[in-house]
Each structure stands twice: as C-alpha cells, then as structure tokens.
C-alpha cells in the first residue's frame, strides 16, 4: 500500500499548530461479543467497498490516502480515518475472553520534498460506530479529541503511534487503553 501526503510550510514556533497532519487510521472496529469463528483475511488493493472512510480520506488506485497531497493547497487541519468495513470481534463479555491478532501493513509519508511536515499517524482499534472526534486534527493525531470525557467508555481506544514531527508540549504519547487520557513522556 502506498500513501501519499503533503506539508504546509511553517517557520514560527506558533505556526507548529497549523502544520499538515499526516495521519493513517487503518482501523479495525470492535464489538462487544467473540466470533466462535476465526477470521483470516488479506488486502492488497484497497476500495470504498472494503475500507469506510472519514474526513480527507479517500481511496483511489488501490492506495489509501488519508489526507490531501496537493503542494499548492493550504492544508491546516489535514487528516482522516480509514477504517476496515466489517466489526471484528475481539473480546466476550461473558467469559473476558480476548481474541488473538495480527496484523501487518505498509505505509508510506510523501513530505514532496519539503522538511517541515507534520504529525504522523496511528494504527487504532475504536469501539463500533466511532467517528473521526472533533478536535483530534494535529498532535491529537486524528484519535484523541482533547476535550472529550476521560470517564465515559464510548471514548476508549487502542493506538500504536508513528509520530513524525517533534511536538514541544507533546513528545511522546503511551495510551492507557482503560481509560482516555493520554501520558506524555
């Protein structure tokens, strides 16, 4: 799978807010209950018939492209989700048995040769029916709306992050997957 992506060009320090978010969200929804059956699939072309998308993401030749790759657009607030299509049930909720998985993707950050892009992206497993936050564009990577509701469960979610940019208020994120608040080390 290839990716392509954009930047916007900044050189003040308050400006690093506006930067291109580069996000991939291949994600995988999960539901409440275990499949008794396993699931065992492959993807190597991607289609709006198998990947849900949100926000600037899209689907075309194949590839998911989850922000906007034209140089000549300003591109504040850039990102987007794509999403397999299908639940995939990962836990029961009688026994707390938890599925096993892996997974393996590729991606790729096209900066078009400029050296000021920003954010990164993340591989996220969300709850059933997530959307895209509000408020999640930037070093929120797309996942984190930073003034939801730590306490309620609708927001909880799992992330692996492939940061990009150095954030000075955020170097580091470790999620707490039991709840929503974000460590940063």
Aim: aromatic share 8%; glycine share 8%; charged share 20%.
């Amino acid at each position: 799978m290839e990716l392509h992506s954009s930047d916007l060009q900044s050189s003040k320090a308050g400006e690093l807010r506006s930067l291109l978010v580069l996000v991939l969200s291949l994600a995988i929804a999960f539901t409440a209950s275990a499949s008794s059956q396993g699931i065992d699939f492959s993807l190597t072309a991607f289609n709006d018939s198998i990947i849900k998308v949100e926000g600037n993401a899209e689907t075309q030749s194949g590839i998911i492209r989850v922000t906007e790759a034209d140089r000549d657009k300003v591109l504040t607030a850039n990102g987007g989700w794509a999403m397999y299509h299908k639940p995939m049930r990962l836990w029961d909720k009688a026994t707390g048995n938890v599925a096993d998985f892996t997974t393996r993707f590729t991606f790729a950050i096209n900066s078009l040769g400029r050296t000021d892009f920003a954010d990164g992206m993340t591989f996220f497993l969300v709850p059933e029916g997530s959307q895209l936050p509000n408020n999640s564009l930037g070093g929120g990577l797309a996942i984190i709306n930073r003034g939801r509701d730590p306490s309620n469960s609708s927001n909880r979610f799992v992330a692996v992050e492939f940061d990009t940019y150095y954030n000075v208020e955020e170097p580091s994120v470790v999620v707490d997957p039991n709840c929503a608040k974000v460590a940063h080390v």
